[in-house]
C-alpha cells in the first residue's frame, strides 16, 4: 500500500536493555522530536525525561499489577495517532527486531501505509553478558554465538528449536525469556547431547544496579535459580565463555552498585545527579523536596528594571546554581548578554556555582575558601567597600548575606530570580521502600530540604531517628539542620557539591562492605 503523505511517522526505537545511558544517539533525537511516546514495560522510565512528548505504558507481560495492552490494540494505536498527523515513538526495551514484535509492528504500518523507521537499539544478550563480565565470543572457547527464544509462540504446537543441534552448537547460547522453562531448556540440552557439567548462567535485570547473576553446571542451573529466587526479566547462556565471567565481571565491582540514594534536590535538576549515581551502579532515585518556579510577573518587572542599570554594582554575587541560571535566562530575555555586567566583579559561594557561570563564559572573581555563605561574605565584605553590590536570590533562604552587609554598614540590592515551592507529599512508592528499608541513602543538599524531608516522612507515619535509610549532606549547615530536625547523619561531603555528596556516601557504603567481609 502506498504511503500517505498527510500521515505522522512512527519510529520504532529500540531503548537497550535497561541502563539509560545504552540508548543510541539516534533514539534521543527521536525521543526529542516526538508527540507521543509508547513505551513497553521493560524500557527504564529515566528515558523519558529526554522527551516533552506523552507518554503512555504498553506492558504486555503481567508483572506487578501492570495492565496489560494486547498487540493488536498496539498496532492500531500506532496507526490511528500516525494517521492524524503525529509523530511517535514506539520505544522497545532492547532491539526491535531481536524478540521485540518489531517486525510485527512494521509490518501493520506498511500495510496501512504509514510511513516509518527502525532504530536499531543493543539488545539484552550483548550488554547484559558484557554487565555481568561474560564474553558471548572468544577465539579459544566460542567462535558463534545463536540468540534463542525460551518462550514460542503460544499457537504453536510443536517446537521450531532444534535441541540436538543447539546441543551440538560449537558456540555460545543464549536464551531470551527462559527463566520459566529453565528445567525444560536444561533437560531438553542435556537429553540430546550436551554435557551436564557445561556451564551456564542466568542473568536478572541485565545492566541495572539490581541486576543478579547466577551460575553453575547446565544439570545444576534450574535448582541454583530457584534457591537464589530470580525473577525476570532474564537471559539464559550456556556455554564456556560464562568461566570467564571470574576474571572479568566489572559492573558488580562499582562502588555504589546495588546501592539506591534519593535525590532531594528539584526535580528539574535530577538528570546530572542521576548520571553521577548511575555511572558509579547505583540507583538513583527522584524525591525532590522543593520546587523551582519562574519568577512572577511583578518579579520579573523588577528583574527588568535591575538589568537596566547592572553596570551600577561593584560586585554580582551568586550563592546557587539556579541563581545564576535564572539570572542570564532574564539577562538574555531582557536583550543583554554577559556585556551587560560591565566591569562588575563576580562572586560564587562554590565550585559548582563557579563552574556554571563559566558556562555562561563568566570566571568568578572570587570563590571563597569554604562553600558557604558565611565565609562568602568575609571574603567579598572588604573588596565591596563602599560599592553597590547585587545577590540574585531564591525568594526565600538564609539571610546570611545580607545580615553581614548590613552589619558591616555595606550596600546590598536583593534580586529575586526564581522562586522556592515546597513539595507538600511524599511519592508514596518513595515512603513504601523508606518504610522496608528499600532506599539506602538519601542527600540532603540544604537544611530546608533536611527539615521539608522530615516534616513528610513524619506525615508519613516515618520516625526520621529509625528509618533505615542512611543519610548523607552537602555541607555543616546541613548537617545542623538534619540533626535538628531528628535524622542520623552517617557522612558528609568535603564540598559543596553533590558529586561530593555522593563520594562520601560511597566512601562510607565502601567502608561498610569491607567491614561486614
Known amino acids: 500500500m502506498g504511503s500517505d503523505s498527510s500521515a505522522g511517522k512512527v519510529y520504532l526505537v529500540g531503548a537497550g536493555p535497561g541502563d539509560p545511558g ?32 506523552h507518554c503512555e505504558r504498553t506492558a504486555r507481560i503481567q508483572r506487578d499489577g501492570e495492565h496489560i495492552v494486547p498487540q493488536g490494540d498496539i498496532n492500531r494505536r500506532l496507526i490511528e495517532e500516525a ?20 517486525s510485527e509492528e512494521a509490518q501493520a504500518l506498511s500495510d496501512a501505509g504509514i510511513p516509518f523507521e527502525i532504530i536499531p537499539g543493543i539488545t539484552a544478550a550483548t550488554a547484559a553478558a558484557g554487565y555481568a563480565g561474560i564474553s558471548l565470543t572468544h577465539r579459544e ?6 540468540f534463542i527464544t525460551g518462550h514460542e509462540a503460544s499457537h504453536r504446537e510443536n517446537s521450531r528449536l532444534d535441541f540436538e543441534a543447539l546441543a551440538h552448537f560449537p558456540g555460545t547460547l543464549v536464551f531470551y525469556m527462559g527463566l520459566s522453562q529453565l528445567s525444560e531448556i536444561s533437560s531438553q540440552l542435556i537429553k540430546a547431547g550436551m554435557s551436564e ?10 545492566t541495572l544496579p539490581t541486576q543478579r547473576i547466577v551460575t553453575s553446571t547446565l544439570a545444576g542451573l534450574p535448582h541454583a535459580a530457584k534457591v537464589a529466587g530470580l525473577k525476570p526479566p532474564s537471559l539464559v547462556i550456556v556455554g564456556s565463555c560464562v568461566d570467564l565471567r571470574d576474571q572479568i565481571a566489572w559492573f558488580e565491582k562499582l562502588p555504589l552498585f546495588g546501592i539506591s540514594i534519593g535525590v532531594t534536590r528539584s526535580s528539574d535538576q535530577f538528570d546530572e545527579i542521576a548520571s553521577q549515581i548511575v555511572r558509579l551502579g547505583g540507583d538513583p532515585v527522584m524525591m525532590p523536596m522543593i520546587r523551582i518556579a519562574a519568577p512572577s510577573d511583578v518579579q520579573i518587572q523588577h528583574i527588568q528594571e535591575c538589568l537596566q542599570r547592572l553596570r551600577e554594582y561593584s560586585w554580582v554575587i551568586f550563592t546557587s546554581v ?19 555586567m560591565g566591569s562588575s566583579r563576580v562572586a560564587a559561594v562554590g565550585a559548582g556555582t563557579a563552574e556554571c557561570l563559566h558556562s555562561y563564559g563568566i570566571r568568578p572573581d572570587l570563590v571563597p575558601k569554604a562553600a558557604n555563605a558565611e565565609q562568602l ?22 539571610e546570611t548575606l545580607p545580615d553581614a552587609f548590613r552589619q558591616a554598614g555595606q550596600r546590598l540590592d536583593e534580586l529575586v530570580v526564581y522562586n522556592h515551592e515546597d513539595v507538600t507529599e511524599l511519592c508514596p512508592v518513595v515512603a513504601d521502600r523508606i518504610r522496608k528499608g528499600e532506599l539506602n541513602w538519601i542527600g540532603l543538599s540544604s537544611p530546608a530540604i533536611a527539615r521539608q524531608l522530615a516534616t513528610l ?4 507515619q516515618i520516625d526520621p531517628e529509625q528509618m ?26 568535603e564540598t559543596a557539591s553533590w558529586e561530593a555528596l555522593i563520594r562520601a556516601a560511597s566512601v562510607f557504603q565502601h567502608r561498610l562492605q569491607q567491614a561486614a567481609s
Open 141 to 146: 572457547l566460542s567462535s558463534a554465538v545463536a
Open 22 to 53: 545504552l540508548i543510541t544517539v539516534r533514539g534521543l533525537q527521536c525521543l526529542q522530536e516526538a508527540d507521543l511516546v509508547l513505551y513497553d514495560g521493560l524500557v527504564n522510565p529515566l528515558l523519558l525525561r529526554h522527551t516533552t512528548a
Open 197 to 206: 557439567t557445561t556451564s551456564a548462567a542466568v542473568l536478572c535485570r541485565g
Open 83 to 102: 494517521q492524524s498527523g503525529k509523530t511517535i515513538v514506539r520505544l522497545k526495551g532492547g532491539d526491535p527486531f531481536v524478540f521485540g514484535r518489531g
Open 322 to 340: 539556579n541563581a545564576v541560571d535564572h539570572f542570564f535566562r532574564q539577562l538574555f530575555a531582557c536583550g543583554y548578554d554577559a556585556r551587560a
Open 457 to 460: 516522612l513524619k506525615q508519613n
Open 377 to 398: 561574605a568575609r571574603e567579598v565584605l572588604p573588596l565591596a567597600g563602599s560599592g553597590l553590590s547585587l545577590w540574585p536570590k531564591a525568594s526565600r533562604g538564609r
Open 468 to 493: 533505615l535509610t542512611k543519610i548523607a549532606t552537602i555541607s555543616s549547615l546541613t548537617t545542623q539542620a538534619a540533626k535538628a530536625a531528628g535524622f542520623i547523619v552517617a557522612c558528609e561531603a
